[in-house]
């Protein structure tokens, strides 16, 4: 029987698996939509079992022909989350997700005044943000003692699937590295005495590389036979980054999805209050990312209130034109992560009239987005990342239109892969290195690149001037807004 990778990422919106044949074809796909929780303003969180359940679901479905044999399997998933459970691996509370939950705000000054903001950037790569793990477990230990005192251990969506199948407890660097304050990103370990501090009676997983054997599956389970290899794995941007061959020195990453995420490869360890400088995937890379907490996930909430399907509102926001008839949007409808780092963003619309139409809308949010890319951008620059290679990938990539407004935005040219079918099939790629060399580039080989436009480049820098004053005169009244109890 024909051997085949199985690759499975648990995503914000869903979890997708994917089944790859050894010369990088695909077999068969496989996709399981969910939300996230909103208990209040502020708070993301999901129940740790369901991926789980639909990591078994998927690879049920992926294995249903029973026509190939799973030689190895990867997982990958959002990142960084919080999920704690107890001595007998039952989870205490649902997950806190990655950035996009700012619940923690107060133990964020509360660390920066105990560790030192200062030097937790230089241990740990980046400022304490809504991305990092520690703050959120701390604000755990305070507000919610009772299921504290029963925390034990801490898990992410693909360290708790790995251990699910492997009865492994291990983390991979590079989602260690943005478990801030945690982890010394210098020497590449857990930073012990900051983690009893932050974390205690948390016992911290084994740290490995995402592509490294993480164990065996226990028993035969959904069409996985029993010792089959399970990688490490890890955050699925970096994942993401994998399947579109777009981790080598000088490459960027610009990944269209729920939110919006950018991977700039660099040769060395970089340092940055406005990102986050982390552990790559192959040991001794770096990264130094940047992430919007809401892109379209906004284009969902618009394509909701006007019961429309995005395939219909592309067509219009393509007619609406450059500029989108005068409405220029601030896309932090979930707060903001990079660089702004504004938990109490929220977004506005500006230029409204009665002639708007739903498709103008839409296309201001996607050149909302896009300005959002490019202030990430700037801040890049301003770090000294050099962008060579700019490589497009996820869901947000079909249609054209947004990675077209992307590149008329910032000027790049993005190269669009054969296959943006994303971190799922970075994960089978990762499996697949268990056993034989994989080149990234010739499974998802380019398929087209995306030119700008330089016939908007004077609007569109005109826009994106008001684009950034725009925060800057309304965020004292917005903060105001945000501040007062829904």
């Not at 994917?18 to 999901?46: K, N």
Request: glycine residues 10%; aromatic residues 6%.
């Amino acid at each position: 029987m024909p051997r085949a990778f199985l690759g499975v990422d648990v995503g914000t919106s869903s979890s997708k698996g994917v089944l790859v044949r050894p010369d990088g074809e695909i077999v068969r796909t496989v996709v399981r939509a969910h939300t996230v929780s909103r208990p209040v303003a502020g708070q993301v969180e999901m129940d740790g079992d369901l991926w789980w359940r639909e990591f078994v679901e998927i690879a049920e479905e992926l294995t249903a022909g029973r026509d190939h044999d799973v030689a190895a399997v990867g997982i990958s998933g959002m990142g960084p989350c919080t999920l704690l459970v107890d001595d007998d691996d039952r989870p205490v509370r649902p997950a806190i997700l990655y950035g996009v939950d700012t619940r923690a705000s107060g133990q964020i000054d509360t660390l920066n005044h105990l560790l030192g903001a200062d030097r937790i950037l230089d241990v740990c790569g980046s400022v304490l943000s809504s991305q990092a793990v520690g703050p959120k477990i701390a604000w755990v230990r305070e507000n919610e003692p009772d299921r504290y005192r029963r925390a034990r251990r801490l898990y992410m969506p693909s360290s708790w699937v790995v251990h699910r199948l492997t009865g492994e407890y291990v983390l991979d660097h590079h989602s260690a590295s943005q478990s801030l304050p945690l982890y010394d990103i210098g020497a590449l370990a857990w930073h012990e005495s900051w983690a009893e501090r932050v974390a205690p009676g948390i016992q911290l997983p084994t740290l490995r590389w995402p592509g490294e054997l993480a164990g065996v599956t226990r028993q035969a389970l959904a069409g996985i036979a029993a010792g089959t290899p399970v990688i490490t794995g890890t955050i699925d941007a970096w994942s993401e980054a994998l399947s579109v061959d777009a981790l080598g020195v000088g490459d960027l990453m610009v990944m269209y999805g729920t939110t919006m995420f950018l991977i700039a490869t660099v040769d060395r360890r970089m340092s940055s209050r406005t990102l986050w400088g982390t552990a790559g995937v192959a040991e001794g890379s770096w990264s130094l990312a940047g992430g919007m907490s809401a892109s379209g996930a906004i284009t969902g909430w618009i394509s909701t209130i006007v019961q429309a399907g995005h395939p219909e509102l592309l067509a219009e926001a393509q007619a609406a034109g450059t500029g989108a008839h005068g409405l220029l949007m601030l896309p932090y409808f979930a707060g903001e992560r990079t660089p702004i780092s504004d938990a109490l963003a929220r977004g506005v619309v500006a230029g409204l009239t009665l002639e708007h139409t739903r498709g103008d809308l839409y296309r201001a949010a996607l050149e909302a987005t896009a300005y959002g890319v490019r202030h990430i951008l700037e801040a890049m620059t301003e770090a000294g990342v050099q962008v060579e290679r700019a490589v497009a990938v996820g869901g947000g990539t079909r249609g054209g239109l947004w990675t077209q407004v992307v590149s008329d935005v910032t000027g790049l040219s993005q190269v669009v892969p054969a296959r943006t079918i994303g971190a799922s099939y970075g994960a089978a790629i990762m499996a697949a290195g268990l056993e034989q060399d994989v080149c990234a580039g010739e499974w998802n080989p380019p398929r087209r690149v995306c030119d700008p436009d330089p016939t908007t480049a004077a609007l569109h820098d005109e826009r994106y001037r008001l684009y950034r004053d725009l925060y800057d005169s309304t965020c004292d009244v917005v903060h105001a807004l945000a501040s007062r109890p829904r």
